[in-house]
């Protein structure tokens, strides 16, 4: 298992650019797809954006041109850079990783807090 550890979260004003980080306890090099996902109150958690060690990315639509998702696989780290946060994007960010086989981890999820 990988441990996952969130930052970069709070409160932050409509229009804002927070960047979140995701720390891994293992090389990333040696995870193939990384993500984020979110869960607002009283929804369920939703899928936001990965990447995969071949460099390619996706986002979901109600993020795309607006969210930057990118691994640094020499610190361990995956980011996920917000622009033009809206309210709706008030969510516990949570960090995702899948090692293949059914080895997937979660971080402990951050809160991001946008007032308007």
């Known amino acids: 298992q990988v441990q996952l550890v969130e930052s970069g979260g709070g409160l932050v004003q409509a229009g804002g650019s927070p960047r979140l980080s995701c720390s891994a306890s293992?090389?990333?090099?040696?995870?193939?797809?990384m993500g984020w996902y979110r869960q607002a109150p009283g929804k369920q958690r939703e899928w936001v954006a990965a990447?995969?060690?071949?460099?390619?990315?996706n986002y979901a639509e109600s993020v795309k041109g607006r969210f930057t998702v990118s691994r640094d696989n020499a610190k361990n780290t995956m980011y996920l850079e917000m622009n033009s946060l809206k309210p709706e994007d008030t969510a516990v960010y949570y960090c995702?990783?899948?090692?293949?086989?059914?080895?997937?981890?979660w971080g402990q999820g951050t809160q991001v807090t946008v007032s308007s």
């Open positions: 293992k090389r990333l090099a040696g995870i193939n797809t």
């Open positions: 990447t995969t060690n071949s460099g390619s990315t």
């Open positions: 995702n990783s899948n090692m293949g086989g059914g080895q997937v981890s």
